[in-house]
């Protein structure tokens, strides 16, 4: 407590700020928990208003509807008297285009408006019929063209049973679209922030309030991730614009209602509504005044902070300016070694080269001379030379691993695994092997060779390492996994013990090099090399004697979403 008076108008100033933000977080908790609340219900509001008034608009016709398939003409399927009542119908009720229904073979027996000269239609092969035919009680069509009208149209049908229950057929209803678009354009947000987006079983547009109309002209791949987004019940999604939302399925899933709000409720939009601002202009201007007093005793400390700013300033920038020269020294030293290993490695395969030549010529020569040990040492000397050639080669492919030149673009992943299983054609032959490439792997934004290069030397682990009771099978493919793609090669080799597993990414680790196929342990490596440069992982699942799977994640390689197809007429 003595030595509060010498520091007492710091103290006083830090005291004072740390108050006024502790007041000003509690009332910005409160209110805009409440504020956030209120959107939250303004979105349920909106939602159930027009999910109620889409069930009502079906509800009023569905009740027509199973009190015309309880008629005579409907249970006797007398066709002239259903045509009589199905016309008298449509121009009864002006919004329905057509009443008509089938008999429990998909014929249609009866219809509101002319059938085709060709002969009744056959519906068994549409997907409402087979749907009813399996147990569902109602089944709500997309937005079409009607098939014999042409006009746009939506509407639903339902199931005709005979006296034991059992499935006799379908009677449905089409309704003009115009009259639903009007109907929900009536349909009233409980404010103006709050808008509407109807979603057909397809997942494509079929309503959206006059504020959202931007979203028909969003490009394939964004709408398929919006779409995506708003699998969700509720949450924040961005369309040119940040927006809250929340969603709910119609029919059993049919159609999905989505009401959005101008979002996230931030600060920035918390302050602008004013919000916070009253309640701090006491405690802004309490500081203030503070602050004029004690800031003419405290100008003495600032001057000596201002100066070691200064001071701390200068050093950073020497150290600054010592990391960059460690920096372009790093380059030089990396360029230094790609040389080196490339040199290297030609120097190192040209003596290699001489060994296997002379030893050539030595059999050639002198093999009718050799013992059959003598023969077998030069097969040994041409196999050890062989062998040191591809190590060379793989530890120079290691060290280059990684360093492509040019730019990164999209890369069809199942076109780069046919890249690399071309190269490896030789082998495909010889084993007899099946590779299956999924040709439905997500596009990747990324260097071409890293990803052939990647798959091709899975592909050579796959097939060197086969099982030597079956023909070798090694499928490609990708899935969703926790978020992420993930890629995956998959044989039926010989698989590995689980406590090999991160030893075989290990530089040079082979499991058992004296029985092990051919190879220098340099492989999987160079493809851990590859994934780390893109943010990812490699790793294996495999079990003795039931073949393996290589997968591995390429988080920064940027995966795009596949556009989806346009809604056929129905």
Known sequence: ???????????????????????????????????HELMRRDLRSGLDNFTSATRAYFRSYEAAVTAISETDCIRSRDPRNCVDLFQRLNDRFPGVVNFAATDRNGQFFASGQPLPASGPLDASGRPFFSELAG??????????????????????????????????????????????????????????????????????????SHDLDFVDGLPEAEMARVVAELNRPEGSVSIREDFLFMAEDLFEGTWRVVTFHPGPYGLRQYLKDGGLLPYLILPVLLLGAIGLVLARRDWRNMRGLEEKVSLR??????TNQELSASVRTLGKRNAELNMFATVSSHDLREPLRAVSTYVSLIERRYGGQLDEDGRAFIQFARDGAMRANRVVLDLLDYTQAGNCGGKPAMILPGEAATQALARLDDLVRETGAVVRIDPTMPPLFLYEDDLAQLFWHLLDNALKHR??????????????????????????????????????????????????PEGTGIGLSICSKIVDKYGGRIWIESEPASGSRFLFNLPDAWPYAVALDTLPEA
């Open 1 to 35: 407590m003595r030595r509060l008076p010498q520091h007492g108008p710091s103290m006083a100033i830090v005291m004072i700020m740390v108050m006024t933000m502790v007041y000003a977080g509690m009332i910005v908790a409160v209110d805009y928990a409440a504020r």
């Open 313 to 318: 300033t200068a050093e950073l920038a020497a």
């Open 467 to 516: 099982h030597p009771e079956r023909p070798p099978v090694v499928s490609i493919h990708a899935q969703w996994r926790d978020g992420e793609w993930v890629f995956c090669v998959e044989d039926n080799g010989q698989g590995i013990e689980a406590e090999y597993f991160e030893k075989i990414f290990v530089l040079f680790q082979r499991l058992d090099p004296r029985n092990a």
């Open 135 to 208: 147990g569902l009680g109602m089944y709500v069509m997309d937005p079409h063209r009607g098939p014999l009208t042409g006009e746009p149209v939506v509407g639903f049908t339902v199931p005709l049973r005979d006296a034991q229950g059992a499935f006799d057929g379908v009677i449905g209803i089409s309704t003009r679209f115009a009259e639903l678009r009007t109907l929900w354009d009536g349909v009233r947000p409980p404010n103006d922030d709050v808008s509407v987006l109807l979603l057909d079983r397809n997942r494509k547009i079929i309503f959206s």
